[in-house]
C-alpha cells in the first residue's frame, strides 16, 4: 500500500512531557501538510511543506509544537510540554497537485 | 469568523434516500472544493472534487452540485446504503499557494436499512 502513513495511531501522554509523531506521505508528493481535529469538528491546518522548506505555519502552531521535514521526505511532528488541551488527532496529508491525501492519523490523549 | 458553513449538522436517511448536504463559503478566491467521507478512527478519504468552471460532476453514486454565483455547493450521494454512514466534510481552498484545506464543521449521515 503507497497511502499517507503516520506513526503511532495512538498516543497516551501525561501532561508536559514531549510527543513525537511521524508521517510519511506517499512518495512521489513533494507537499505535506499537518492539521489538528478534534472531537465533533473539521480538521484545521497547522503547518504545510514543500520538499523540506517549512512554507507555512497557522496561528494554531504554538511555540510549543515544532515539525520538521529532513530531505523532503516524512516529517515529524514534535509537541514539547504538552497540555490537555492538545489532546486531539493530528493527521497528515499529502499532495503532489491539488488532490490532498490523508493518513490514518494519530489520536493523542494527554492526561 | 468560519470562512465555510456546512450544514445540516446531523443527517437520518433510509436506505435508496438521496441526502443532501450543503455548504456555503464567502472568499471568492476560493476555486477549489472537494469533499471528504470520513469513518470513526480513521483519516478523510477524498471522495469527489470540482472547481468554479462546471456547475456539476458526478463520480459514480457521488454528485456534486456548484453555484458559483451564490457561492455555495452541495454533495448528492444517489441511492444511499448502510456502508455511507460517515462523517462528510466540505472544504475549500485556493490553488497555486500553499493550497491548505479550510474544511467545514462535518455532517454525520446515518443511512438506516
Known amino acids: 500500500d503507497t497511502g499517507v502513513s503516520q506513526n503511532p495511531r495512538h498516543k497516551i501522554t501525561k501532561r508536559g512531557q514531549n510527543v513525537t509523531f511521524r508521517c510519511d506521505p506517499i512518495s512521489e508528493h513533494n507537499r505535506l501538510y499537518w492539521y489538528r481535529q478534534t472531537l465533533g469538528q473539521g480538521p484545521e491546518f497547522l503547518t504545510y511543506f514543500q520538499n523540506e522548506a517549512q512554507l507555512e505555519k497557522s496561528r494554531l502552531l504554538s511555540d510549543r509544537f515544532s515539525a520538521e521535514r529532513p530531505k523532503g521526505s516524512f516529517s515529524t511532528l514534535e509537541i514539547q510540554r504538552t497540555e490537555q488541551g492538545d489532546s486531539a488527532m493530528y493527521l497528515c496529508?499529502?499532495?503532489?497537485?491539488?488532490?490532498?491525501?490523508f493518513g490514518q492519523g494519530t489520536r493523542l490523549t494527554v492526561v | 469568523q468560519q470562512q465555510v458553513k456546512q450544514s445540516p449538522q446531523s443527517l437520518i436517511v433510509q436506505k435508496g434516500g438521496i441526502p443532501i448536504i450543503n455548504c456555503a463559503y464567502e472568499n471568492t478566491a476560493f476555486d477549489y472544493f472537494p469533499w471528504y467521507q470520513q469513518f470513526p478512527g480513521k483519516g478523510p478519504a477524498l471522495l469527489i472534487a470540482?472547481?468554479?468552471?462546471?456547475s456539476e460532476k458526478k463520480e459514480g453514486r457521488f454528485t456534486i452540485s456548484f453555484n458559483k454565483s451564490a457561492k455555495q455547493f452541495s454533495l448528492h450521494i444517489m441511492d444511499s446504503q448502510p456502508g455511507d454512514s460517515a462523517t462528510y466534510f466540505c472544504a475549500v481552498t485556493t490553488t497555486g499557494g500553499s493550497e491548505k484545506l479550510v474544511f467545514g464543521k462535518g455532517t454525520k449521515l446515518t443511512v438506516n436499512p
Open positions: 470540482i472547481r468554479p468552471d462546471v
Open positions: 496529508a499529502s499532495s503532489q497537485t491539488t488532490e490532498a491525501f
